[in-house]
């Protein structure tokens, strides 16, 4: 298929204006250019003492409320092997009495486990949001002592790709660890 002259000259200019664009982009950025960083929170969260401490907690409250509920369901298997033993030689009120009691404790159990989910996320969600109180600050301080224009969050931001020299988070750790008391590291640490 032809391409008409007036098509093919517009697309000549646009190529020329893309080029000239790109070709001054670069001369600015030799000259200037914005200084940018990249941190991993997962891994701020996993490696830092502070993310170790919340991650330690969050791990035993998930830890205790799982024997909670353990023991609600070994009660509840119980109870179904009374009623299943029972089947010929309990009176029929007695087995309904019991069938009733483990309808109740099923929807007890039911209960308790979304309350145990849900405290998990509230808990979870806080000890995120003092991570990201305590780590902030950080981050600041070190984007204006570095002198950077941008840090962005390694996989919240869109990023598609990013090379390792840009990569803070090393730094962050280090420099967050230094910057909290020692009651708030992880046992082990100094």
């Not at 070994?74 to 007695?94: H, M, N, T």
């Not at 087995?95 to 404790?105: F, G, I, P």
Request: hydrophobic fraction near 40%; charged fraction near 30%.
């Amino acid at each position: 298929m032809a391409v008409p002259g007036s098509v093919r000259a517009a697309a000549v200019a646009v190529a020329m204006f893309t080029s000239s664009f790109t070709l001054a982009a670069s001369a600015q950025q030799g000259a200037g250019s914005p200084k940018i960083a990249i941190i991993d929170v997962e891994r701020i969260v996993t490696e830092s003492a502070t993310g170790k401490a919340a991650l330690a907690k969050l791990e035993a409250y998930g830890k205790e409320q799982e024997g909670r509920l353990q023991a609600k369901k070994d009660e509840i298997e119980a109870l179904r092997k009374k009623i299943s033993d029972g089947q010929l030689s309990l009176a029929e009120d007695k087995l309904n009495d019991m069938r009733k009691d483990l309808e109740n404790k099923g929807i007890e159990l039911r209960r308790a486990t979304d309350d145990a989910q849900r405290e998990f996320n509230t808990r979870q969600q806080t000890a995120l949001g003092d991570i990201e109180r305590k780590v902030m600050p950080v981050i600041k301080k070190m984007g204006e002592e570095g002198g950077y224009s941008m840090i962005f969050r390694k996989f919240d931001s869109g990023l598609v790709f990013a090379t390792d020299e840009i990569d803070i988070t090393q730094q962050v750790i280090q420099r967050l660890d230094a910057s909290q008391p020692a009651e708030n590291k992880p046992p082990g640490k100094p």
